[in-house]
């Protein structure tokens, strides 16, 4: 790895940039990588289109966004149709199907199509969870940070009386990807 | 040990800001800078330093202000909307000739504008925002460990020469999380100017090129700070002869300090036959970008000025003496080109990359643009 893209798409309160950040948090501070996450939001962040770009890399990042994508996960269709273009052409695409469903031309990807939101309701109990299932996911098929660096860093960050809930949603994330 | 970690841009800015001794804040929340104020105000009252939400922007300038001259170091954070509003109390503060960060990360303008997209467009409101002949220092970070060093400089060069100092930062750096070694204290330079006991009352008396020193106000003395012009003495004066000296003691406490006060980064300028000069995230992007246009054997190279006020005039035009070509790349329609224009000599090729509607440049325009002035 020289670097490695990865976008979340989301509309605003899907827990997209708490992904984003415990990401760079575990590549950063367990890995000793380089790593940036850019939000990218409008006014209306809270239900408006939302992306993050996430960029980790082997030496410092000179720019912030993402310009060629390895890795998408999206789960709404406004911002899978707003960002879903710099993807490259074998780029991992992970879709919430129920929540997107016009994909259009998908040929050049790989696409995985699981429903994330839905899963994170009823199996990890909490629509909040989003964010940790989404990081779950992104482990599982990039293997950009290690199962066990993402796991402990999960234990430490999360807070009190949210440790076991938060664990069930790694198991969520993990088991959602066949 | 220098600490790795991962923070927010608005957060690095907070962590240099106390490090280098800020022991008063006053501000007005604004995207996108408010995780400063909101980081101050959980952190500064722990360390038994003043965190103060005012009314307004210009409250906030005015707190700091008044704090800085009762011997605080003081910060304020905001955003375009609330940095027109301090304008008239950087003006104060220069008259005064009393030391304050301001911080301000840019977003789109004019007016309330878009709060939350990136732009570069304040760079001259950061010059001449505030009206009269006036000195100011206005430092850009780029890159993480940057936007550290420069905050702790900005209360440094503000300590030193008493003077307002802007800190002009990105949204996109500002809202980012990102990797960063904050340097161990003891490692950088963090500068207090010493306390002086009134001798007499010519406070503002001194040398050309000397800074007024820290004056320990509280003993007594009968001490006028004035927003009027004024004399020695800091009563109001228009005396032509007293207007002259004091406009010049204010100008030449900056401009004969400049080997202090200005600071740049060349990459790949040694045998660069188009530069690119930028600032800011721009630069990042730029750096990407002639990167790559070295990869494809174009001899391109970066000027990146961390030093916005006063402009890096000398360095640039030594490097005019070999690089006759001279990229502006910028986040608004045209700004600091027209710096750049009044350095470069005649037969110094001129080209700019100008965008001011949100996007910040992806390192493939930049580079295209740098491939077709090559040519």
Known sequence: MKKYEIRYGAVGGQGIITAGALLVDIAVEMEDKFAIESPTYTAAVRGGPTKVDVIIADEKIDFPHATAIDFFLCTDQRPYDIYKQSLKDDAIVVLDSHLVRELGDTRHWKVYQVPIINETKVGAGNVVLTSVVSLAVTQKLTNIITYEHMLAHIKHWAPKGTVDMNIKAIEVGMNLIK | ?375
């Open chain 2, 1 to 375: 040990m220098s600490q790795r970690k991962v923070l927010q841009g608005n957060i690095i800015v907070a962590k240099a800001a106390l490090a280098a001794g800020c022991d008063f804040f006053a501000g007005y929340p604004i995207t996108p800078s408010s995780e400063i104020a909101q980081y101050m105000s959980k952190e500064m009252p722990k360390m038994e330093r003043t965190f103060i939400q005012m009314e307004d922007e210009i409250a906030s300038l005015g707190a700091c202000i008044g704090a800085s001259l009762a011997g605080r170091k003081t910060l304020t954070a905001t955003s375009g909307p609330g940095f027109s509003l301090m304008q008239e109390h950087v003006g104060m503060a220069v008259m005064a000739e009393v030391p304050v960060v301001i911080v301000n990360v840019m977003r789109g303008g004019p007016s309330t504008g878009m709060p939350t997209k990136p732009a570069q467009a304040d760079m001259m409101q950061a010059r001449w925002g505030t009206h009269g002949d006036h000195p100011i220092i206005a430092l850009y970070p780029a890159f993480s460990d940057e936007i550290f060093s420069e905050t702790v400089r900005a209360f440094n060069l503000a300590e030193k020469y008493w003077n307002p100092v802007i800190l002009l930062l990105d949204e996109v750096l500002g809202k980012a999380h990102m990797d960063v070694e904050i340097p161990e204290p003891g490692s950088y330079e963090v500068y207090w100017e010493k306390t002086h006991e009134i001798k007499d009352l010519n406070i503002y008396d001194r040398n050309l090129g000397e800074n007024p020193p820290r004056i320990d106000f509280f003993h007594g003395y009968p001490i006028h700070i004035d927003s009027l012009e004024h004399d020695a003495h800091g009563w109001p004066s228009f005396d032509a002869k007293t207007v002259d000296k004091m406009q010049k003691l204010r100008m030449q406490k900056i401009y004969q300090n400049l080997d202090d006060i200005i600071r740049y980064k060349e990459y790949f300028m040694d045998d660069a036959e188009v530069m690119v000069f930028s600032f800011g995230i721009s630069a990042r992007s730029a750096l990407a970008a002639v990167k790559t246009a070295r990869e494809q054997g174009i001899k391109a190279g970066l000027f990146q000025a961390l030093t916005i006020w006063p402009f890096p005039r000398a360095a640039l035009q030594e490097r005019f003496k070999k690089t006759r070509k001279v990229l502006t790349v910028e986040m608004n329609m045209g700004q600091m080109k027209y710096e750049v224009e009044r350095v470069a000599p005649c037969g110094v090729e001129k080209q700019t990359l100008l965008r001011a509607n949100g996007m910040p440049f992806a390192p493939a325009e930049v580079l295209d643009a740098i491939k077709e002035f090559a040519k």
